[in-house]
């Protein structure tokens, strides 16, 4: 049972940074509200958001490949935290990204090696 487990958090984990990172890309005025504010003195802050796309279609890629699970699982619980600790004022749309940090935080647990 628990490699079935450890399969359907990285499936969800992996769907999730996929959507993400697609949908900013389409439809970047619905995320771009969630960047730093201060990354746009250095980058416009779609290019940010592009860059940050792909760095979430790696992860995705990384998470649903199986390997080094716990490291890839690790990266993703840092990413979500990261998410939600930059936009609290925004918790009430960030909580399922905390949630979701829990739940890689739990394949990281899983998946480490004794």
């Given at each position: 049972?628990?490699?079935e487990?450890?399969?359907l ?12 990172a ?8 619905s995320w ?6 201060g990354?746009s ?19 995705a890629?990384w998470i ?7 490291w ?13 600790l930059?936009?609290?004022a925004?918790?009430?749309?960030v909580?399922?990204?905390?949630a ?13 090696e004794?």
């Open positions: 049972m628990k490699k487990a450890e399969i958090l990285r499936l969800a984990l992996g769907f999730v940074f996929i959507y993400a697609v949908s900013s890309i389409l439809n970047p005025s771009i509200g969630f960047l730093p504010s990354l003195a250095v980058w416009t802050a779609e290019n940010w958001l592009i860059l940050f796309s792909l760095c979430e279609m790696v992860l890629v649903l490949s199986g390997w080094r699970v716990f890839s699982s690790l990266t993703a619980t840092a990413v979500l935290f990261a998410i939600v930059i936009n609290l925004t918790f009430d749309i909580f399922r990204d905390l979701l940090g829990i739940a890689a935080m739990s394949l990281a647990a899983m998946s480490r004794a």
